[in-house]
Nanobody, 123 residues
Framework: QVQLVESGGGLVQPGGSLRLSCTAP????????FEWSRQAAGKQREWVSS???????DYADSVKGRFTISKDTAKNTVYLQMSSLNPEDTGMYSC?????????????????WGQGTQVTVSS
């Protein structure tokens, strides 16, 4: 099983910033792509962003220009830097490995969403 641990969530005011971290097992950060999703209470999961093994990134329209995904392979960690937060960004943020390409190890596609870290944007 691929175990990912998210951290960095918290309560922030609208317009604030927060950086989330997702720590992966050894070698996973370099071998796999990653993606972040969020899920508000009572709502379905929403994809937020992804980063591929070639470094390319993608963002949901709702967060484009405000969020930045990156990873540090030495620390086996992927980050989601969030700025200009608004109440619509509230939710449980989770990460998951992604098999970006056929050349990526198959195990990258077997991961599940982590337990997540809560982000609450409120005044």
């Amino acid at each position: 099983q691929v175990q990912l641990v998210e951290s960095g969530g918290g309560l922030v005011q609208p317009g604030g910033s927060l950086r989330l971290s997702c720590t992966a097992p050894r070698f996973t950060a370099s071998a796999c792509g990653f993606e972040w999703s969020r899920q508000a209470a009572g709502k379905q999961r929403e994809w937020v962003s992804s980063i591929s093994t070639d470094g390319s990134t993608d963002y949901a329209d709702s967060v484009k220009g405000r969020f930045t995904i990156s990873k540090d392979t030495a620390k086996n960690t992927v980050y989601l830097q969030m700025s200009s937060l608004n109440p619509e960004d509230t939710g449980m943020y989770s990460c998951k490995t992604k098999r970006s390409f056929d050349s990526d190890p198959p195990m990258c596609g077997f991961g599940d969403w982590g337990q997540g870290t809560q982000v609450t944007v409120s005044s």
